[in-house]
């Protein structure tokens, strides 16, 4: 079933460790974001990438970096965990960045940081 | 900024009756899209319903429509005939469909879980 894959699904996480959750999808999509869930709060962007190669601020980037050398994949990379951001992390992606397609949803990594 | 707001944390209602559940969001734009997502214990993200700024007609599918309100910006959702699978958290969510640099990104709700009672 087509879709986006995410990577691990959950893990927990020392303080000051650098992680990488990994984020693959399959449907060609051109846009693809991360979010970040917290009781309460809803989902917040993190970080975004309109295309391959081009990537931008959300709301909350901070501690967080991305990358997105291809159309299929956009890990997202805590350089040096930090208790706060333990948080379920949602991979998704849009056809176009713009518009009226829909946002599509990975099924999210808990992390945990300790 | 857009905001999305909803009011209530918690609903519940008995299997087979109907149950609304409330959103109003706050925009200075025009045209722009309005969703429902539908979050199961599973965490999986699930689009429910989805309407256009630009159209009059509410949205149906299947179980679940909508009472799009332009003019008072507000967009709540109806389930119909409530099943114990509907049980999860709802989120309403906002993306503007205007031309403007970077992502058109989702504007979340805080959520409103759904509990049905058999």
Partial sequence: IAGITQA???????????????CTQDMRHNAMYWYRQDLGLGLRLIHYSNTAGTTGKGEVPDGYSVSRAN??????????????????????????PRGRGTIYFGEGSWLTVV | AQTVTQSQPEMSVQEAETVTLSCT??????????FWYKQ???RQMILV???EAYKQQNATENRF?????KAAKSFSLKISDSQLGDAAMYFCAYRSAERIQGAQKLVFGQ??????NP
């Fill in chain 2, 40 to 42: 199961p214990p599973s």
């Fill in chain 1, 8 to 22: 691990p699904t959950s893990q927990i996480l020392a303080a000051g460790r650098r992680m990488t959750l990994r």
């Fill in chain 2, 25 to 34: 969001y706050d925009t200075s734009e025009s045209d722009y899209y309005l």
């Fill in chain 2, 49 to 51: 319903i989805r309407q």
């Fill in chain 2, 65 to 69: 429509s909508v009472n799009f309100q």
């Fill in chain 1, 71 to 96: 159309t299929d994949d956009f890990p997202l990379t805590l350089a040096s965990a930090v208790p706060s951001q333990t948080s379920v992390y949602f991979c998704a992606s849009s056809e176009r």
């Fill in chain 2, 111 to 116: 959520g409103t879980r759904l509990t049905i």
